[in-house]
């Protein structure tokens, strides 16, 4: 399993971000209230909108990924989980060119 979301066959679907799990304006143009995004972090229906490129924390202590958006800590793309990969390829980059 992949970890960034869309890269490769499979990878998180219920990633913990707001964006990602509500529906876009263009299908739901009303105001959702944020008690009305309960119901959306409780579903068990993939996000609605692809966070492409998105690191989520990935596997737990067990090696078990869930894939819940309840489960911020291992499916919420936060910056101290992707800064050491941009971090890396900015490196790669550098040193070696055009990746």
Known sequence: MSYMVGYGPRYPQRIHHRGSSLPSMAV????????????????QSPNPNILVGAVVGGPDQHDRFPDERSDYEQSEPATYVNAPLVGTLAYLAHSFGQI
């Open 28 to 43: 739901h143009p009303g105001k959702i209230q944020c008690s009305a995004g309960f119901s959306v972090m409780s579903s």
